[in-house]
C-alpha cells in the first residue's frame, strides 16, 4: 500500500461518512471504541482454533477474517483522519523505536518484553 493509496481510502471513508451524514458520531473517542470492538472481532474468529489451524482457516473462516480486517483498516484510517496522523510515519517510527527496544542479538527466538532483558 502506498501513502496515495491510503490517502485515497481515507477520502473514500471522508465522503463515505459524510453522505450518511455519520462525521457528527466520528469522534477520536467513537473511532477507537469501534476500532477496539472490531479488532475483537477479528480475535474471536481465532478464539477457538488451534495454532497450526490459525495458519490455515478455511475458506468461509478466511471470508470472515478479512471482513473483520477490513472494518479494522477502515476504523484505524478513519481515526487517523481524523486526528492529522499519517499512519506510515508513525509505523515506520514504531519499527525504528523497536529497532532499539528489541535489539536483534538478544530478542531473537525470544517472546519477552524489551524491558525484560538483563
Do not use: C
Amino acid at each position: 500500500m502506498t501513502s496515495a493509496s491510503l490517502q485515497n481510502l481515507s477520502q473514500r471513508l471522508r465522503e463515505f461518512a459524510h453522505e450518511r451524514d455519520w462525521d457528527q458520531f466520528h469522534s477520536p473517542k467513537n473511532l477507537a471504541m469501534a476500532l477496539v470492538a472490531e479488532a475483537g472481532e477479528l480475535a474471536a474468529e481465532f478464539q477457538w482454533m488451534t495454532e497450526t489451524h490459525s495458519t490455515t482457516p478455511d475458506p468461509e473462516q478466511i471470508k470472515r477474517i478479512r471482513a473483520e480486517m477490513g472494518d479494522v483498516m477502515n476504523y484505524l484510517v478513519r481515526l487517523a483522519d481524523k486526528l492529522d496522523v499519517d499512519l506510515f510515519a508513525e509505523a515506520h517510527a514504531k519499527i525504528d523505536l523497536n529497532t532499539h527496544r528489541y535489539p536483534a542479538d538478544k530478542s531473537r527466538g525470544s517472546s519477552k518484553k524489551y524491558t525484560e532483558y538483563t
